[in-house]
């Protein structure tokens, strides 16, 4: 038994947990990412100076509106596809191609896709609206704009659960409600939302954690300007890590949105099951 | 009238996820004098497939698609061959490793990954691996694991343990049995497992920029980033023909295992 396990088990402990545990000690002391410096023990002294440092806030902030918006929206689009997509109507297998197809794309083209379409000149937006804007470069427009290419990323996986959902409730619950008289609204309401919930919970922290820690569409898209405009928590560690080679500063930073992203799932989870009971 | 609304809604989905692909098409399509017009428009004017030669020639695409290929399957191979045994350890002995190892799958997704690249740069680093493609095969087979591990425990659930017990009577060996018995079965499930492997390992793009920062060693995603840099946009068709080809094969893959993914996908999503 423990001898089938070994041949994972070693990558894991040696590639994954350690790294891990190394890392969260790394992130209690000064170490730089370069070659022969002494890295010595400071205790709390980079959270002390990541609670002090605004260009952490801004990008924290960012980071939240940006994880908020694109799981919200991401749900509430991929929801209603799916909803219609559960419907008997012609184009369905359309849709569903279509809604898979940016799952299995890389990253990176998505991001360069969608710098096409962004692109001032050559990019068929401006053209679309009769407008001369650089979206991915605008101050107040970036941010949006990312959350865009985000919920057009996301909602695929989202769909797909969505509709599996909708498909596992049982007919004769909805039969039952008609015989109530109830309307398409209160058996959405009443019958449909109860029934998928444990889903919807599931799939919208999963969307949460995986948001929140985005990296390389952004990185793609914008390397998170203009002036930190779209720099969320990870572009902003990859750069104190690799850029300014602050290890230890970067690992607190992951270290401090791990325990975040913790606290939010554990409050979500939690408030979730309560109303469940 | 509500059959219409629907209707409505339903196009304006296919409108909206499909806009984006039709235009990236749209500019792999068009010639260098027609992307430095003013208005551009949806249909080429002048359809061409220049790009697609001229793509070859701005950087070492080639290149850079073998070693892609080269990292992608032997973590994809590696990957399967060494969480197969673990899948089925899983699988059949429900228990105490069993939650560790479902509760690792859920933990691997919270951490954030800068975390786990540092100290892990740091290691290759130590190792010579940094700037090598075993090194990124190493990072890619570590990630990939827990994913893996959770479909081919699946699978394997699926395979009924009489089967197994009806082999034994007729007097297999245990190794005999899982050969004669369970592998053909489980193949299926193996195929999918590596599929996904291999298009995750195709696709990423974080942990290939980190570890590899020189261009000769570049795999196909840093390649394409590449390409971008102070763009002139003479470069863009060029830009949008190569994006194109890097996605056939991830697309090919994924439309063969699509239907596993998801049932696997929904079997996390409701026990997690």
Redesign the interface.
């Known amino acids: 038994m423990w001898l089938l396990m070994l041949p994972a088990l070693v990558p894991v402990l040696l590639f994954s947990v350690g790294p891990l545990l190394y890392g969260i000690g790394l992130a209690f002391t000064d170490a730089r990412n370069v070659r022969n410096h002494e890295t010595a023990f400071v205790g709390l002294e980079n959270l002390v100076e990541l609670l002090g440092a605004a260009d952490f806030w801004s990008s924290f902030r960012i980071g939240l509106i940006w994880a908020v918006s694109v799981t919200v929206l991401q749900f509430l689009a991929a929801l209603g596809l799916a909803l219609l997509l559960n419907e008997n109507l012609r184009f369905r297998g359309v849709a569903r191609v279509l809604a898979v197809v940016p799952w299995a794309m890389p990253p990176v083209v998505i991001g360069l896709m969608w710098k096409l379409v962004y692109h001032p000149d050559a990019g068929i937006l401006n053209s679309l609206l009769g407008t001369d804007v650089n979206w991915l470069a605008d101050f107040s427009l970036a941010l949006p704009a990312i959350i865009v290419v985000g919920v057009w990323t996301g909602m695929p996986q989202t769909t797909v659960v969505l509709l599996a959902g909708l498909q596992g409730i049982p007919k004769e619950l909805y039969e039952a409600g008609e015989v109530d008289g109830a309307g398409r609204w209160r058996r959405f309401w009443n019958i449909t939302l109860p029934q998928l919930r444990p889903v919807i919970v599931a799939i919208t922290s999963l969307d949460f954690v995986w948001n929140i820690n985005q990296f390389g569409l952004v990185y793609v898209l914008t390397q998170g300007g203009p002036g930190g405009q779209t720099r969320l928590p990870m572009l902003f560690a990859y750069e104190e890590a690799f850029r300014y080679r602050f290890a230890g500063y970067a690992s607190m930073l992951g270290l401090a949105m791990a325990i975040v992203v913790l606290a939010v799932l554990g409050l979500y989870l939690w408030r979730q099951m309560r109303e469940a009971r | 009238m509500r ?1 219409l609304s ?2 409505v ?3 304006a ?2 409108v ?6 039709v ?2 098409l ?2 792999a399509l068009k010639t260098p004098q027609e ?1 430095a017009l ?5 249909i080429p004017r002048e359809p061409t497939l220049a790009n697609f030669a001229d793509a070859f020639g701005e950087q070492d695409l080639v290149g850079a698609a073998v070693r892609s290929l080269g990292v992608a399957l032997a973590s994809s191979l590696i990957t399967v ?3 197969l ?2 899948a ?3 699988a059949r ?1 429900r228990g105490l ?1 069993n939650r560790i190892a479902i509760g ?1 799958v859920l933990v ?16 290759l680093r130590d190792l010579e691996l940094v700037n090598t493609l075993p090194g990124l095969v ?2 890619h ?3 990939t ?2 994913f893996a ?1 959770w479909m081919l425990q699946g699978y394997v659930r699926a395979v009924p343990p009489e089967l197994e017990e009806a082999a034994a009577v007729d007097g297999a060996t245990r190794l005999r049995s899982i050969v004669k018995v369970v592998a053909p079965l489980l193949a299926p499930g193996v195929v999918a497992t590596l599929l996904f492997a291999f ?1 995750s390992s ?2 990423e ?2 942990f290939a ?2 570890i590899l920062q020189n261009p000769d060693v570049m795999t ?2 840093l390649t ?2 590449r ?2 840099g102070p763009e002139g ?1 003479a470069r ?1 068709g060029p ?2 023909a190569a ?1 194109l080809m ?2 056939i094969p ?2 090919i ?3 063969i295992i ?1 239907r596993r993914l ?1 049932s696997g ?2 079997a996390g ?2 026990k ?1």
């Open positions: 059959r629907q209707y809604a339903l196009v989905y296919i909206f996820l499909a806009f984006p692909l235009w990236l749209s500019t992307m003013a208005d551009p428009t949806w061959l060494i969480s045994p673990a089925y350890a899983i002995h490793v690792w691997s997704q919270v951490f954030p990954f800068i975390l786990i690249i540092i100290p892990l740069f740091m290691i190493v990072v087979v570590t990630f694991l827990p591990l298009i195709w696709n793009f974080m920029l980190v196909l995603p394409l980033v390409f971008t946009v863009l830009l949008a994006s890097a996605t991830s697309l893959f994924f439309a699509q998801k996908l929904m999503a409701v997690g």
